[in-house]
Nanobody, 127 residues
Framework: QVQLVESGGGSVQTGGSLKLSCAVS????????MAWIRQAPGREREGVAA????????YYSDSVKGRFTISRDNSRDTVYLQMNSLKPEDAGMYYC????????????????????WGQGTLVTVSP
């Protein structure tokens, strides 16, 4: 059984940076999609970044493109989300999630249809 544990959240000012980590335990197939999903109060859940483990292809929502970078280490046991130029609207709970399918094969940006989730890490961005 896969377990995902996020860390790295915190409070920053607008324009600041944070790097989130997702530690993976258990087996993740190379055909999996790993993603970061955020949920803010009063807003819909949103997939912000995803990576297709097999070939390392990365995908981003329009709201974070050019500011966030998703990556993984070579052993595939940690996935990162580097967040730069943070804005107040980036605040929320960030979850790591994985799906047993390629990222391009489903609507990961909707933030659903994932098979396993972490407990989340909170990001706050002050004006």
């Amino acid at each position: 059984q896969v377990q995902l544990v996020e860390s790295g959240g915190g409070s920053v000012q607008t324009g600041g940076s944070l790097k989130l980590s997702c530690a993976v335990s258990g087996y993740i197939d190379s055909g999996n999609c790993m993603a970061w999903i955020r949920q803010a109060p009063g807003r819909e859940r949103e997939g912000v970044a995803a990576i297709y483990i097999a070939i390392g292809s990365t995908y981003y929502s329009d709201s974070v493109k050019g500011r966030f970078t998703i990556s993984r280490d070579n052993s595939r046991d940690t996935v990162y989300l580097q967040m730069n130029s943070l804005k107040p609207e980036d605040a929320g709970m960030y979850y790591c999630a994985t799906a047993r399918r390629a990222c391009y094969s489903f609507s990961w940006r909707r933030g659903d249809a994932f098979d396993a989730w972490g407990q989340g890490t909170l990001v706050t961005v002050s004006p």
